[in-house]
């Protein structure tokens, strides 16, 4: 509830993401072969920047508020708050940007047959992104909200270069899937190991 | 009749500097602890220390359950009210409360009565548009949702004006009668009774 009457959440990453892949055919012109050559990257850029733009709030209203302190000292286990706390996350700033991507795949003249490879991809990718991003705002709590975003970007290399790759791969009528298999068993992994991690980050700004 | 918590020997050191030390004391049921110190003294530090929030260099903390036997974990739930009160802006004063896991399976009527009785009457009102004192009310709300056995309260009677000191007051009476404990800390001593631990 809070989230959603916080509009700037999801709008700012909402319209960031179209405004950028706007771009790209107004600076290179409409030559449909050159575009959807570059739609992969561009949307997973466009989808990575955007989702980094809302993790700073992941937690840093609650710890300036105190609720931070209740939810740690309630008996329920923290992992749970975290794993929530990421859901919801996800569903107001990957959900729309997923939503969005549609509008970001025609606007580039991506194949209709790449639409499914393309929302596959960045429902896992977002998904591994909003678990990132929780860790990053954890380790940048009350710190400069930037910190987050350079915190975890290094580590969404391997999310991009997977994610750009399932597009490129169905472009190419190539088989996908290995791509897909290996970004769903990050997000697998990444549940319980970057929810543990950004529990204990969180932690470490009481000591 | 034992102790719900037994701190014993409690220290704290960060960067070589002892924030607090050799603290020692026993939370009776319906007894209070009032920890008394200056600015900067280590209260917030201590509260957080005994919640487990922050780890204790040296001494011991142990909690009782409800076999009769004690642990250095925490057997069950308190209430924790910090400086931030844990009140959120873009809520009613109504919505504060009732988005609280104590309020789950409430009535609207039990969450109205329980602000009524702190003296809130302006229940749709977004807690961003309300003073300090009146977010303090909130939090006070927060204590009538559920009987916890342990109550810490950081600076209870900070920033309130003297009918709120007041309800405080007679909020902690009651509460004490049904067996509960509160630890609050302060700087000078308050006019509840409580054994003060000076730090």
Redesign the interface.
Known sequence: MIAFRRSSTYITPLIFFLIVVTFFPLALGPQESLLSSLAPGVIWIAALLASLLAVETIFSEDFRDGTLDDFFISLEPSFILVFAKVTIHWLITGLPILVASSIAAIILYLPLDSFIPMLLSLLLGTSFMSLLGALGAALALGKSAILSAIIVLPFSVPTLLMGTSVITSSLNNQDFSGFLMIMGAMLALGIPGLCLLTVEALLLNYE | MLPNLKVENLSCVRSDKAIFDDVSFDVLPGHNIEIIGSNGSGKTTLL?TL?????QDKGEIVWLDDAGKYHNY?T???L?Q??????????TVF?NLN?T?HAKGMSQEDIYKHLERVGLSNVNEFASNISVGQRKRIAMAKWLLKEFKIYFIDEPFSALDDTATLLIEKLIKELNAKGCSFVITGHRPSGIEATRVEI
Not at chain 2, 51 to 55: A, E, P, R, S
Not at chain 2, 82 to 91: P, S, T
């Open positions: 957080r919640l487990g929030l922050i780890t925490r069950f739930e308190c924790y910090g400086h931030q009160l844990g009140i959120k802006n873009l809520l919505e988005i896991k």
